[in-house]
């Protein structure tokens, strides 16, 4: 048996190769027979479920014109704000079915769920979506009521006697 003096020695004894490089995934667009790309959303406890493929820019939430659902031309900005950041206004049409919340979590629901349909149906702008933080799920929602308190946080008015 050869005696181990070094690391080289070590290296060649046991037959070590030279380290692999971890190679990041090569991502590919995920898109149905229609040619559409789908993913869910969500935001407080509303949930969207959406549906992007190429067209005009034409939005649909629950059957509904984007302006007629939402009438607030803020929750329309933010609904607009992934094609945007892309470059992509007016080149896809929006099918979004949304339940659960209100109008301003719905909104954000539907922003994630474009934002992951997006990045499906086009791997490269990946970057720019995750870099303007519309791939994470906004995690906050209200904060449940405790026993003993008036809310979540709020305490009973205090009385000496």
Do not use: C
Not at 48 to 67: D, E, F, L, S
Not at 121 to 145: H, I, M, N, Q, W
Request: charged share 25%.
């Amino acid at each position: 048996m050869s005696e181990i003096k070094s690391l080289d020695d070590l290296k060649s004894a046991v037959g070590a190769a030279a380290p692999v490089q971890a190679q990041a995934p090569v991502r590919v667009a995920v898109r149905d027979k229609l040619g559409r790309a789908y993913a869910t959303g969500k935001r407080k406890n509303a949930v969207a479920r959406v549906w992007i493929k190429p067209g005009t820019g034409k939005v649909t939430v629950n059957g509904k014109t984007m302006a007629e659902y939402f009438a607030r031309p803020v929750l329309q900005m933010i609904l607009r704000q992934p094609f945007t950041i892309a470059g992509r206004e007016d080149q896809f049409d929006v099918m979004a079915t949304v339940a659960g919340g209100g109008l301003s979590g719905q909104a954000g629901a539907v922003k994630h769920g474009v934002s992951k349909a997006l990045q499906l149906y086009e791997p490269a702008l990946r970057g720019a979506l995750k870099a303007a933080g519309f791939l994470t799920r906004d995690s906050r929602v209200v904060e449940r009521k405790k026993y003993g308190k008036a809310k979540a946080r709020k305490s009973f008015q205090f009385s000496k006697r």
